[in-house]
């Protein structure tokens, strides 16, 4: 039985040192997401949508204005049956990058489709790191994004969850066929 303990403490050592079994990013942690809808197994809906809130996150009081606008724009269960949501909070270019690349690294599988949607200078980050992006996020299976400058309420209208439906369509049957939906499979 003592063989065994001095390798277990050069283990458990080494994972302090190298850092291997604590978090590498805040991204780990649900406190620094309005929305994270990780729990949704992926079969179960067939895109993930990521949307960047209008403001930057900067204090407690941002907070809870961010939560309200993210819920109202794409929580509530605007998106069940459609995409699971992940809305980080961010306060720079750097934590988009973070919070992006967290979730490639836990939740996606190369060609699901994924939609972008940002708002505000919080979408302005999210179109800059799609246009330096575009080819690998298109390969990765990027099939929509939609952009606002200037955030107000209604941004994600019913026109536009519908628009994010046929993008989602498009692509798997593309996927699935090989070649582009007709335009009347849509209208069914």
Request: aromatic share 12%; glycine share 8%; with cysteine.
């Amino acid at each position: 039985m003592i063989k065994w303990i001095k390798p277990l403490f050069a283990f458990a050592a080494c994972a302090v040192v190298c850092g291997c079994c604590s978090s590498k990013t805040p991204y780990d942690y649900r406190d620094n997401w309005l929305i994270r809808e990780d729990p949704v197994r992926p079969f179960v809906v067939p895109a993930d949508l990521i949307y960047v809130s209008s403001e930057l996150y900067t204090s407690a009081a941002a907070h809870s204005r961010l939560l309200a606008h993210a819920d109202d724009e794409v929580g509530g269960g605007r998106f069940d049956g459609i995409a699971r949501v992940f809305a980080p909070l961010i306060a720079n270019s750097e934590d988009l990058e973070d919070a992006i690349d967290w979730y490639f690294k836990y939740h996606h599988e190369k060609g699901r489709c994924m939609i972008f949607i940002g708002e505000g200078v919080g979408g302005a980050m999210l179109k800059a790191y799609e246009a330096e992006n575009k080819d690998d996020l298109v390969a990765e299976g990027l099939v929509a994004s939609f952009y606002r400058e200037i955030p107000d309420g209604g941004f994600v209208t019913d026109d536009m969850v519908l628009k994010i439906k046929h993008a989602i369509a498009k692509a798997r049957y593309k996927s699935i066929w090989g070649r582009d939906m007709p335009e009347e499979m849509l209208n069914e």
